[in-house]
T-cell receptor
């Protein structure tokens, strides 16, 4: 079945640093989504991308839908302690239009 | 706010007992999903529903069953809980082109 490869698996960074993570797939997706999960909570949608090549920002977050439709990246600029959590990418392409999720990137930020 | 609630939030149960988790939504969304989350595995789809009485299996459906007799409720049942089913379970609803997740149920099977 379709799979998403998300990397890195985890990151330990200093407050103020920029962060980059990405997802790749061997399959084409029509939609890419990025979620963040805070400890003890469910994932929450950060950014949605609907067109190949689309670059979208949400505050300090920027995400891009790869031109080949097989990848996406998420950048976080000037990280702060509340950025800590697990970030998931998701692509729409499963049966019935279901989302396929990456395994997540766990972000730790040192003050 | 998509109005999705899961119950219970925490549960400890013994091996071999049946367990039912409930997901309730307030906005008549057609698609509902059950995932489990385990370290190193991310979110894995157990079952999903695309309407009342319409359900299908996900990638890790063995040992689980679901029912959807009303639009607003999607139930996940572990017929005979095993220690390998200790996990955090998330329900989600499809809202437009994305999903909205509940806050999760932490299940421990001892």
């Amino acid at each position: 079945g379709q799979q998403l490869n998300q990397s890195p698996q985890s990151m330990f960074i200093q407050e103020g640093e920029d962060v980059s993570m990405n997802c790749t797939s061997s399959s084409i997706f029509n939609t890419w989504l990025w979620y963040k999960q805070d400890p003890g909570e469910g994932p929450v949608l950060l950014i949605a991308l609907y067109k190949a090549g689309e670059l979208t920002s949400n505050g300090r977050l920027t995400a891009q839908f790869g031109i080949t439709r097989k990848d996406s990246f998420l950048n976080i600029s000037a990280s702060i302690p509340s950025d800590v959590g697990i970030y998931f990418c998701a692509g729409q392409g499963g049966s019935q239009g279901n989302l396929i999720f990456g395994k997540g990137t766990k972000l730790s930020v040192k003050p | 706010d998509a109005g999705i609630t899961q119950s219970p939030r925490h549960k400890v149960t013994e091996t071999g007992t049946p367990v039912t988790l409930r997901c309730h939504q307030t906005e008549n969304h057609r698609y509902m999903y059950w995932y489990r989350q385990d370290p190193g595995h991310g979110l894995r789809l157990i079952h999903y529903s695309y309407g009342v009485k319409d359900t299908d299996k996900g990638e890790v459906s063995d040992g689980y069953s679901v029912s959807r007799s009303k639009t607003e409720d999607f139930l996940l049942t572990l017929e005979s809980a095993t220690s390998s089913q200790t996990s955090v379970y998330f329900c989600a609803i499809r809202t437009g082109l994305s999903y909205t997740f509940g806050s999760g149920t932490r299940l421990t099977v001892v």
